[in-house]
């Protein structure tokens, strides 16, 4: 490496930030991802569409007052002129904003780094993956739970053949914080999570939903190829699904059952997965992540830790702390933020190879987006089985 690649391998990346103002939960969860590994300094922001909140939260975080903007078009604009402009943006408004936002920076060359879902709908996913293929920039899809080390584990060993053929995938992510209406309250992240306008056709089945089909695809590498959903909206006068059944059907002939709720009283976010093979099993557990069941049929079932023995490169490559020491959710976001300063800076510099980074991408975005769109068309036709659509 020259002189040269390794002042810019060392330098923090510049981020801005569209989204993510005072009283926004998972803007400040991004922040702190992007500085736990020290890669990234936010220095500049859209983070409200109201002027005087935007001024308020780029203060609060300490901003420059000429580079908090009251909107992303400005942000980009101008970002792209300065010497000094950012080189990637993260973008954490709700769903209905994540296209446009991510096109003005995607055509600047500035890279993306956004939340989940892709997209409100899949038109918008379609368009939005065009514009990342077409653009020399990189864009990050934060599904954060393929950042525990125990998930790359678990993908590792499923690569490596340890379960065998895949036959059964069963993946279940409930949650209780919507058990009542309390969007009907004014309570601002049930607001918008249960608004179709800025969510999209999806409830639980985009909110959560996505994450628990993401999750399956990333460790098993199978292609969903169709499903049969039975959705629903058990809050009174809730607009969205907060509830749903949907069954499987994967390439290859391997078939599961994926369960998200947010109306399931006792669990906080209980996301879990359990896939087997015509050679064994396993189980991982994202409220004990540290840990992954393994069990070769016909031998004893074998618990293994982040640390531990028989843990491989994939886990060990995105482990921080020593074993016995828990690292959790913050940990698994950072990695998916470190990964994608990995992924600038090879590009900047050619001195990371590309099998040593790995995040999800818009396409993994564009098959999520069908898949809540599969859902809501299977629930409407009293959960027919469709196949999704070509991405």
């Known amino acids: 490496m020259t002189n040269a690649e390794a002042k810019i391998a060392d330098r923090r990346i510049r981020l801005g930030m569209v989204g993510g103002g005072s009283g926004a939960f998972i803007g400040g969860v991004h922040r702190i991802a992007a500085r736990l590994d020290d890669r990234f300094e936010l220095v500049a922001g859209a983070l409200s569409s109201t002027p005087e909140k935007a001024i308020a939260s780029g203060r609060e975080l300490g ?5 908090t903007y009251s909107s992303y078009k400005d942000m980009a604009k101008y970002e792209a002129r300065r010497s000094d402009g950012i080189e990637a943006v993260s973008i954490v408004t709700p769903n209905h904003v994540h296209y446009a936002a991510a096109k003005e920076f995607l055509k600047r060359g500035i890279h993306v780094i956004c939340d989940k879902p892709l997209t409100s709908n899949l038109a918008d996913a379609r368009k939005l993956k065009k514009a ?4 020399d920039a990189l864009f990050i899809l934060t599904h954060n739970y393929t950042g525990y080390p125990m998930v790359r584990q678990a993908r590792e060993m499923v690569a490596n053949g ?6 059964i995938v069963q993946v279940e992510y409930p949650q209780d914080w919507l058990t009542e209406p309390v969007e009907q309250t004014g309570a601002k992240q049930a607001a918008w999570r249960t608004d179709p306008a800025q969510s999209g056709v999806g409830g639980s089945t985009g909110d959560i939903g996505t994450h628990a089909n993401n999750l399956a695809t990333f460790i098993t590498g199978l292609k969903l190829e169709s499903l049969a959903a039975d959705l629903d909206s058990f809050a009174e006068g809730r607009r969205l699904d907060d509830n749903a059944h949907v069954l499987l059907r994967f390439e290859g002939g391997a078939k599961g059952m ?14 879990r997965i359990r896939i087997y093979g015509d050679r064994g099993g396993m189980e991982w557990v994202q409220a004990d992540p540290n840990y992954l069941w393994f069990t070769p049929f016909g031998e004893a079932k074998r618990l293994l830790t982040r640390r ?13 702390i020593p074993a016995g020491h828990p690292e959790g959710y913050l940990e698994a976001f950072a990695t998916i933020y470190s990964e994608a300063a990995r992924a600038i800076r090879a590009k900047q510099s050619g001195a990371v190879k590309a099998d040593e980074v790995l995040f999800p991408t818009v396409g993994d975005g564009l098959a999520g987006v069908a898949f809540v769109e599969a859902c809501v068309a299977s629930s409407k036709r009293n959960g027919t089985w469709v196949r999704l659509s070509p991405l």
């Open 63 to 67: 901003l420059d007052p000429a580079r």
């Open 132 to 135: 990342a293929d077409e653009s």
């Open 308 to 320: 531990g023995p028989g843990v491989g490169h994939a886990a060990s490559r995105v482990s921080r």
């Open 258 to 271: 994926l369960w998200c709720s947010q109306v399931a009283p006792g669990h906080e976010n209980g996301l």
């Open 162 to 167: 340890d379960l065998g053929k895949i036959r």
